[in-house]
């Protein structure tokens, strides 16, 4: 492996929102509670692969929900670190972003993050962060991700991108 320094995204990256609150729910696209997701095919195998490798991992997740008034900044991290324990790579760096810009005059936002922020992706700055914390540049590291967003990110931020179907060999 070529790189020092792997980030993925959370949410349909390495995780997946368990069937049974999908049913219930079929518009959620993240979880918003402790229990609701749980690991996608094939990742923790490969986040195994890269720890056996030396690749230090780090997780980047935008949480928008903070700024909406859905969970609490707090909230947010027990369900990106969740997420860590799950995959397997508990221990591991994580990022969360909680600013949203477009809450702003929602009844329920957060004034203290309904903003926009440079860590929100696009913007690099999460990925940024993890770089310096890991000590490694931009051409040591790798973002995982499944949104436009993630793509724009890492590309933001000068690192190699990949879509988490090709990365972890989904149909």
Request: proline share 5%.
């Amino acid at each position: 492996m070529d790189y020092k320094l792997a980030i993925f995204d959370i949410d349909g990256t390495i995780t997946e929102i368990k069937p049974e609150i999908k049913e219930k729910n079929p518009k959620a696209h993240t979880p918003n509670t402790l229990g609701e997701q749980q690991p996608k095919e094939n990742v923790i195998a490969l986040l195994e692969e890269l720890q056996a490798n030396e690749v230090g991992i780090a997780l980047a997740t935008n949480r928008g929900g903070v700024a909406w008034g859905y969970n609490t900044l707090e909230e947010a991290y027990e369900m990106a670190e969740e997420a860590a324990v799950l995959c397997g790579v508990e221990g591991s760096a994580v990022y969360v972003c909680p600013y949203h810009a477009k809450a702003k005059g929602f009844f329920k936002a957060d004034p203290r993050y309904a903003m926009d922020s440079d860590c929100r992706k696009p913007n690099p700055g999460m990925l940024i962060k993890a770089m310096e914390d890991a000590g490694v540049g931009p051409e040591e590291t790798i973002f995982v991700g499944d949104m436009e967003t993630d793509m724009r990110a890492a590309e933001n931020a000068g690192v190699l991108f990949y879509w988490a179907k090709d990365y972890f060999g989904w149909e």
